[in-house]
């Protein structure tokens, strides 16, 4: 076959180079009008791909209020010229109108960046400055934009509000001046002036400056609230009600007067009135979503969940393609434990937008309240992959985190959903009870601090505040939390509990004593007054008194397993152990998934060697908590004492599957390895683990020896066993360790002497017999 280029005849391939040539002139005269084709697409395609086109489609967009589809064009435009100011700043536009304040503020800074004198980008800039928390970069910027653009209003008052936010609030009150100076028929100049003078005290002033600018402009609604709030503050309630009125009516389609007007009536006490505001609202702007779900957020507010959870039901079904809606509804859903209801309405929005992160953290929200970690696990990592900024994501993978026993793992991710989002209280609460699990009053102290300033009016903040100043011997700092405590919670017996518990660590008994009384008279079923009650009897040595008192409660409440619970950790501290068996067999008839009486009773069958009995009660335990490493390690540690090495090694290393960083697990499995010929490098790792979280327990220094001994390291084996011995002086494996050590060491006088003292604390034993076959 012969190849030819194209257009030639096969003739002309068969003369000789002329004709060949005559092809290729062919060729050459096509490839003009190929060339002509090539241009007209390419500019065509130049017209296309025309930033301004996709500018002037995304202003008509923004116009109409359809700030997503305004996004993607602006999008395109900036993505076609990436330095085009104008899409930068319409970009950030977008982004204030949709409040995605991060990505506004990162959009204005790159709009100055590509062009300076855009002064109201840097004004723009400068507004998020000061209510980011930033007011001195607001100021330079404000003072920037005056030096070269003297007359500059904006800038001017931008000023005044970063002077105010300064402290230097006399100064901001003349800059305020100022910006009416240069124009003095602008209202919102008027405005800010004015709200500035009533934070100085100046009411007068400030009402007078209001009314001027509603004179101004009496179509802006902004007055109108404005002046509606000064009212409301000054407890002028018919003159506030009268503003929002007029709002109102000034602007019947904006849902934001209506919704002050209803939650002035709230604050009287006039609930029919505020829901027909809100109802009104609903049915007059239907097709406008802050309008339509006003009572039902209202409801929220309230904290009336059921009547919340019926209105987004119908609104739910009344508007199916409203995303925000459906989600709302699924919490409630959620929150009254519906989850396959929740699970189904939250599957079609997946289904309609699969890779929604909302959604899909929904979803793994639901899938841990089902117990199902290991799905909730995944489904959350997929969300944050699309999502990383997703605080809410971050802290259900925490909690699913949690529940696999990764508590580390879990703290970062908490971490970073206040990072992501410093007021979440939920997050920080998270962390705060893992600061208490691990007696870190330090930083517990720290975390209820945020806990506090976040959510000022929840008990928690203050609990964990006292807590944390009662272990760090502050006794009066937590009594003064726990008066803020009783302040916002004045019925709750908890101010009465935690006092009881505080005057319990200072020794004084009797007041102990009242305080749980009065708890007891605000719940008489209060579990923690009850074992604070109990504590208070046994530190007087009233064993007697603790025993009845138990007794009584369990008359009045025969089906309380909890109170089962306390009567048999009762019996165990008092040492009556079958009665306490007795006590936690009672607990499972109540609630046979009860996971501290089955540790509980594992642990008493282990106290008396009946390991067999304790491996089923942890087994039970285990497989209701499937990932809980602490009981697996406990599991594991029961199927050593009955010689089963094989098993309790596979448990321990299901435990750290679950849990990496455990570090009992990590020693009890790096020493069956090292007794059972597993890998000496393995070993010495999970001992390097363990000791290095146990650092002060003399069971891992020795593992550590012994992993470093049977990997050669003998000079750095021995002061590990010297430190395990100082702490128990009399424990034969530890000397025996030593003493072999000391035979690689070549110092056969004291490995003699450390078998010779293992062979004295008991000779009978099988260490005892291995100490003599090495003298």
């Not at 934009?145 to 901001?172: E, F, R, Y």
């Not at 989600?327 to 937008?353: F, H, P, V």
């Amino acid at each position: 076959m012969i190849l030819r280029p194209r257009n030639c005849s096969p003739i002309a391939v068969m003369k000789p180079a002329k004709s060949n040539s005559a092809c290729w002139t062919t060729g050459s005269r096509i490839r003009p009008f190929i060339a002509a084709i090539l241009f007209c697409c390419l500019f065509l395609l130049g017209c296309n791909r025309d930033p301004q086109k996709f500018m002037d489609k995304g202003n008509k967009s923004f116009q109409q209020g359809k700030y997503p589809e305004a996004l993607i064009f602006y999008g395109r435009a900036a993505q076609l010229d990436p330095r085009l100011p104008e899409a930068h700043y319409k970009i950030a536009q977008t982004h204030l109108k949709m409040k995605s304040w991060p990505a506004a503020y990162a959009e204005l800074q790159r709009t100055v960046e590509l062009q300076s004198e855009n002064w109201q980008a840097q004004v723009d800039l400068g507004r998020m400055e000061v209510v980011g928390g930033k007011p001195q970069s607001a100021r330079d910027r404000s003072q920037l934009i005056l030096k070269s653009n003297p007359s500059n209003v904006d800038a001017q008052l931008l000023l005044a509000d970063s002077d105010a936010a300064l402290g230097n609030l006399t100064i901001a009150i003349d800059e305020a001046n100022a910006a009416i100076a240069m124009a003095p028929d602008r209202p919102s100049s008027y405005l800010n002036l004015a709200q500035l003078q009533t934070r100085n005290g100046d009411t007068k002033s400030a009402e007078a400056n209001m009314l001027k600018a509603q004179g101004l402009d009496s179509k802006s609604t902004v007055s109108y609230m404005l002046l509606g709030a000064f009212y409301f503050q000054q407890k002028r309630i018919p003159e506030a009600e009268k503003q929002f009125q007029s709002a109102i009516a000034v602007a019947p389609k904006d849902p934001a007067p209506r919704a002050a007007l209803a939650s002035l009536y709230s604050s009287q006490s006039e609930v029919a009135k505020a829901e027909q505001v809100l109802t009104d609202a609903k049915n007059q702007l239907s097709s406008n979503p802050a309008a339509y779900r006003l009572l039902g957020d209202s409801y929220l507010f309230h904290g009336q969940i059921d009547k919340a959870l019926a209105e987004f039901s119908s609104l739910s079904t009344q508007y199916p393609n409203d995303f925000s809606v459906q989600k709302t509804y699924i919490q409630l859903l959620i929150r009254k434990n519906r989850l396959d209801e929740a699970a189904s309405l939250n599957q079609s929005l997946l289904t309609k937008s699969h890779q929604d992160p909302e959604s899909m953290v929904l979803k793994g929200q639901i899938q841990l309240l089902q117990h199902k970690p290991d799905d909730a696990f995944s489904t959350l990592q997929s969300a944050l992959t699309i999502a990383p900024d997703n605080a809410i994501g971050h802290y259900q993978l925490g909690l699913a985190l949690a529940e696999k026993g990764s508590l580390q793992q879990a703290e970062k991710e908490w971490r970073e959903a206040v990072r992501i989002r410093p007021g979440y209280p939920e997050a920080w609460l998270a962390l705060a009870k893992r600061a208490s699990q691990k007696s870190d009053w330090r930083e517990l102290e720290d975390l209820s601090e945020q806990l506090k300033k976040y959510s000022p009016k929840t008990s928690e903040g203050y609990l964990f505040h006292a807590t944390a100043r009662i272990n760090q011997s502050d006794p009066l700092g937590a009594e003064a939390d726990l008066l803020n405590l009783q302040r916002i919670a004045p019925n709750s017996p908890m101010y009465y509990v935690k006092m009881g518990d505080l005057r319990v660590a200072q020794r004084k008994l009797d007041e102990a004593e009242a305080f749980f009384r009065q708890a007891l008279q605000r719940d008489s079923a209060n579990v923690e007054a009850i074992v604070g009650m109990i504590r208070v009897d046994l530190s007087k040595n009233k064993i007697a008194d603790a025993t009845k008192l138990i007794e009584d409660q369990i008359k009045k409440n025969p089906d309380n397993a909890s109170l089962y619970l306390v009567q048999g950790e009762l019996q165990i501290q008092t040492k009556q152990f079958p009665n306490a068996e007795i006590s936690l067999n009672r607990v499972l008839e109540l609630e046979k998934n009860n996971v501290a009486a089955l540790l509980r009773l594992a642990q008493l069958n282990s106290a008396k060697g009946q390991f067999d009995k304790a491996i089923s009660f942890y087994q039970s335990a285990a497989e209701l908590s499937p990932h809980d490493a602490r009981i697996l390690v406990s599991l594991g540690e029961a199927y050593e004492q009955t010689g089963n090495w094989q098993q309790a090694q596979t448990i321990y290393q299901k435990a750290l599957a679950l849990s990496p960083e455990n570090p009992v697990a990590s020693n009890n499995l790096a020493y069956l390895l090292l007794e059972h010929g597993g890998s000496p490098n393995v070993a010495l790792t999970l001992a390097q683990t363990a000791r290095k979280s146990l650092p002060n327990v003399p069971n891992s220094a020795d593992t550590l020896g012994w992993a470093y001994y049977n990997n050669g390291a003998y000079s750095v084996a021995a002061p590990l066993f010297e430190e395990a011995i100082k702490a128990i002086p009399n424990n034969q494996t530890y000397r025996l360790h030593l003493g072999l050590t000391y035979q690689k060491l070549n110092d056969p006088a004291r490995a003699k002497a450390e078998f010779e003292k293992v062979i004295a604390l008991n000779p009978s034993s099988p260490v005892a017999d291995q100490a003599r076959r090495f003298l």
